[in-house]
């Protein structure tokens, strides 16, 4: 993956004309349909993320603004649902595929992009991204990315990312420049089956995953599979469980979150919308 790191100005007339046409498009899209300008917080950025949706729509182009919470360091229902929040505003505000989130960073710390890469990855399995930073340092995107509270991060070279850059294009006041990372290599989790289990795996692009039907009791396959994870990732394992409405009411993300917390690895536990219809802002 690589992402580009391109200079411009910090007047508004100037930076969303270099937004719209400097940032990567996504596949199959001739323009970006709308912008979506999300502010760090802080004066200044909630200013110069004003300044841009008024530009933007100065130029014809539709944008909308919100605004990530100021958030205790170790606020991660904080995060979490900031994260939902923004994203299903975008999606109530019609954002689509070829929509562009422009992140207006306050200081352009790895924090800030670590939010704006998630909140990328989240309507529709991703939109583009470019994050605007008033730093002359930059901190490299394709690095691993954490959020203030250190729970929720992002990591270009994971090979599950399939090479998704986190940020299509960085925006300040530096040279040009590109960053660029080799993936990791990918090695999923292969367990030996047994009786109960039924190999079904499929691929994604080329990397093979390897799905089990599990045909057993309930909690037997509970533990068979806190154990997996237990035996590939060491007591060191911290797991972030988050399900859909629908799992979350059935009760299996909390069934597995106990059986690791058992076995000596607690964790955290988060539940959210979820179904074709949340992606439909008429819904």
Not at 57 to 75: C, F, H, K, V
Not at 110 to 134: D, H, N, S, W
Not at 254 to 277: D, N, T
Request: proline fraction near 8%; charge should be negative.
């Amino acid at each position: 993956p690589s992402v580009p790191y391109l200079q411009v100005a910090p007047e508004a007339a100037e930076l969303v004309p270099a937004l719209l046409s400097k940032t990567p498009l996504p596949k199959g899209a001739s323009e970006f349909t709308s912008l979506h300008v999300v502010s760090a917080g802080g004066r200044e950025a909630t200013a110069r993320a004003q300044a841009v949706a008024r530009s933007s729509e100065a130029l014809g182009r539709s944008s909308s603004l919100y605004s990530w919470p100021e958030l205790g360091s170790g606020d991660v229902d904080g995060e979490y649902e900031a994260f939902f929040q923004i994203t299903s505003d975008m999606i109530l505000n019609g954002a689509d595929r070829a929509s562009l989130l422009v992140f207006v960073a306050a200081e352009g710390s790895e924090a800030e992009m670590a939010v704006a890469a998630i909140l990328g990855m989240l309507p529709f399995r991703g939109v583009q991204v470019a994050f605007v930073t008033p730093s002359r340092e930059c901190v490299d995107p394709l690095g691993r990315l954490s959020t203030r509270s250190g729970l929720f991060e992002y990591s270009a070279e994971q090979p599950e990312r399939m090479g998704r850059c986190p940020l299509a294009a960085i925006f300040g006041p530096s040279p040009d420049r590109v960053f660029q990372r080799q993936l990791g290599e990918w090695r999923p989790l292969k367990p030996v089956p047994v009786a109960e289990e039924k190999p079904a795996p499929f691929k994604i692009g080329a990397m093979e995953l390897p799905m089990v039907t599990y045909e057993g009791r309930f909690d037997a396959g509970v533990h068979r599979l806190a154990e997996l994870l237990r035996g590939r990732y060491g007591e060191g394992l911290f797991p972030v469980v988050a399900v859909g409405e629908t799992g979350d009411a059935l009760g299996y993300g909390r069934e597995i979150l106990k059986a690791l917390a058992e076995g000596g690895c607690p964790g955290f536990y988060f539940a959210h919308a979820s179904g074709e219809s949340f992606k439909r802002p008429d819904a």
